[in-house]
Structure formats: structure tokens, C-alpha cells
């Protein structure tokens, strides 16, 4: 399930993401060393997005296990973006949590597209998109300068005339 997103609530519990090396890997920064960082990180990103990012949860009153956010672009288009916790991957939460966000900005605000923006070797990431029914459209070389060094992007679409797979999951 999803709820609003509140850094200073789920700033702490997401350390697990943002303060791990392996998890933010595929980031353009690496892990930050303390909560304070990573809340202070997450309340940057948050701004301009208050409406439309959400801590996944279990229940409204628990702990977030990861954070899904739509960030408007331009024109009804929207990027996707998420992190889950490593505990909660594996279990259905990041296809439940992507799955009801792209409900919201189908169905309320109307996108016309909603992309994801995809390090190549991040097979995970790249399969649940795929689940959801996102096509790969494209890859970007040297897109992004990150802690890695200079990566490509995959970029995936799904547009509004598309299918919703995970109505049918």
C-alpha cells in the first residue's frame, strides 16, 4: 500500500537503501554514510513532488519498506521512480507500490506517458518494468556521470493506450 511521503518519517527506515553501497549502486551518487544525509537527501528530492511520492507500506501505520515517486516532467509525461529496503525486495511490493502510483497519475492527472530512466545492468529494475508492462524504447550511451563513471540509461515507456498488465497479475 501506499501513503504520502514524509522524509522525516521515512527518512530513517530508507537508510537501509540510501546509506547501502550495493543498493545505490545503480544511483547517480553513492550510499551516504548517516540517516541525517539520507533524510536530508530525501527531503531535496521530495520538493515539487509531495503529491505524488509515497512510502510503500504494509499497513498506514508501519514503517516505510521503500518510496515510489512520479515526477512530472512536461507535456503529461511523467518519470518513475523506486527504491525498496533489501528486506522488502522479493515480495511483490515494488510491482503492488509502482502499480497503484501509475494508477494515480493515469487516472488523476491524466499522463499521457510515464517512463523510467534505467541503468542497463540493473536487471532487476529493468524486469519489473517489463512486468508492468513498460517496452524498452531506446538506450542513451554516456548518459549520466555517477559514482561509477560515465553509465547509459535504458529508457522505458508505458503510454496511456497501453495495456495494464498488472490489472490482469
Known sequence: ???????????PP???VFGDKECCRYMAGPAVATVEETVSQLKKWNKGTEATTWAIVECEDSEALGRVSMIPRERKIWEAAIMLVPKAQGRGLGFGGLSQALDIVFEKHAARRVFADIDPDNGPSIRLFERLGFRKEGLLRANWRTHLGV???????LINTDPRQWKSS
Open 14 to 16: 530508507l537508510h537501509a
Open 151 to 157: 553509465r547509459d540509461s535504458v529508457i522505458m515507456g
Open 1 to 11: 500500500m501506499l501513503r504520502l511521503f514524509d522524509p522525516d518519517r521515512d527518512g
